[in-house]
């Protein structure tokens, strides 16, 4: 049985964490604020202080972290995972982050003697609470082959989509048509509303039908309850379509809808909702 490790109890981090424990692995586990992983302790995962020593004790390991800075630190840090890393290792990314990064991890990782895969997920805390999250891994078919085992503990739907930084493309995509699904629902529920409907009919009707969709499922609901809390936080969604918009730059493509979501987004942050989730879209409209 492989030793795990993994970097990053966050959201979404601590429910995947969850499920490899249930699994019957050994988890290492560092976060930057300790007691973030009290519960995971408990449940039976190991405490390491370090990315560093995380490296050391483990052969499959995992980050899960913010931004793609935070990426770098605990890769490329001091007490980062290449400063410990042991010969034969495979390095997960589970971040989304930049493209290029998840190439130059990769990059280090041969260097090094091990293995990366670019693996970002899309699913929100409900499916990593479920265990159903999508997993987009990038990399070499070999390394995918070992850890898939691993990657069904937590994912419902699993594919490799090709060489180092596909993965990361691959979720550029998948949040370009989330931005889209999630200002729809926000203008469908400011209009309906504004149209005197009543708005729990209108989500069940139309989601009955062609305008369906998992943002309109899962978040209309929050909404008319007013609950505001992260399943995705504002300011990572703001990080994601920044990515996604500087790839699209850098392959001569234009994204009118997603320019759009991002500068709603960015005013969101500004009004100071950045550790909302996504769904406080409607603030913009509802609370002025």
Request: cysteine-free; aromatic content about 8%; overall charge negative.
């Amino acid at each position: 049985m492989k030793k795990i490790g993994f970097i990053g109890t966050g959201v979404m981090g601590a429910s995947i964490v969850k499920h490899l424990l249930s699994a019957g692995y050994e988890v290492n586990v560092y976060n930057r604020t300790k007691n973030k992983t009290d519960e995971l302790v408990e449940l039976g995962a190991i405490w390491k202080d370090t990315p560093k020593d995380i490296a050391q004790t483990s052969e499959l390991i995992f980050t899960m972290v913010g931004f793609p800075e935070d990426v770098e630190e605990v890769y490329y840090s001091d007490n980062g995972i290449f400063s410990g890393v042991q010969s034969g290792s495979i390095l997960i990314d589970l971040t989304t982050s930049q493209p290029s990064l998840a190439e130059k991890i990769y990059k280090t990782a041969k260097e090094k003697g091990v293995s990366a895969l670019d693996a970002p997920v899309s699913g929100g805390d409900l499916g990593a609470k479920n265990g159903t999250v999508t997993t987009m891994v990038g990399g070499d078919e070999e390394d995918f082959e070992i850890v898939k085992p691993v990657f069904t503990t937590f994912s419902g739907t699993l594919e490799l989509q090709g060489p180092a930084g596909s993965g990361q493309h691959t979720k550029m995509a998948n949040q370009i048509m989330i931005a889209g699904t999630m200002t729809g629902l926000t203008e469908l529920l400011v209009y309906a509303k504004a149209a005197g409907l009543n708005l729990e009919k209108v989500l069940k009707t139309v989601g009955g039908g062609s305008a369906a969709n998992w943002s309109l499922q899962n978040y209309g609901p929050r909404i008319l309850k007013e609950d505001y809390s992260a399943g995705f936080f504002v300011k990572h969604f703001i990080k994601d379509l920044g990515i996604a918009l500087d790839e699209a730059n850098k392959l001569g493509l234009n994204l009118p809808s997603t320019q759009n979501a991002k500068k709603l987004y960015d005013q969101l942050k500004d009004n100071g909702n950045g550790d909302d989730g996504t769904q406080a879209l409607i603030k913009l409209w509802w609370e002025k």
